[in-house]
């Protein structure tokens, strides 16, 4: 149960903090019309997710017993991973972000959430495993991991936002950069379990 709770706390707070169009988005969204705007756009993924890994996992089911096809989905996890870990550690400060229209916060970034290619890539190759392995060991774990993976997730954006109004326009906090990099090496340290998962599936 701790592992599974550790995991969720790890992969959320990654999450929470990685550069990408749904992060672009909170801050936009915080820079230009305050921090209630920001705390709206960061709840999105508890509006687009759901569908998400309902379809995930309905994929998942027809082949979680097939060892070559779970390890071409842990290859890929270890991949997404890897491409996360990369981008978290070369990200710099945020700035500030033109060009994003006034209107619904929430509506806006649910949009941009849905139709990104990291949600989808994430559940298919890492969630949606993770919660059909912990099914089977224990009903309540998947939903232990959920919990603690959307706390950290949208707790970590509704902090960012909060951070950016309190401070204005620019954030000059560096310790967030130690933060992220630090979270790149557990994702970098995920995708070697992932790598090693897949090798012992694939040979």
Known sequence: M???IVTGTFLGFSAGLSPGPLM????????QHGTRE?????????????PIIVATLLFLKPVAHLDPIMGMLALGGAALLFYLGHENWTAPL???IQNVNAGSSIRQAALVNIFSPNPWLFWLTVGAPILHEEWAKHPAYPFLFLIFFYALL???????ACSLGIYGHFLKDKQRILVIRFLSCILFIYAFILLWKAWGLLF
């Open 24 to 31: 672009t988005i909170v801050i936009a969204k915080t820079l």
């Open 154 to 160: 949208l707790g970590s954006k509704t902090v960012i």
């Open 38 to 50: 920001g705390i709206k756009a960061s709840f999105a993924p508890l509006i687009t997710d759901a």
């Open 94 to 96: 945020p700035g500030q």
């Open 2 to 4: 701790f592992s599974i």
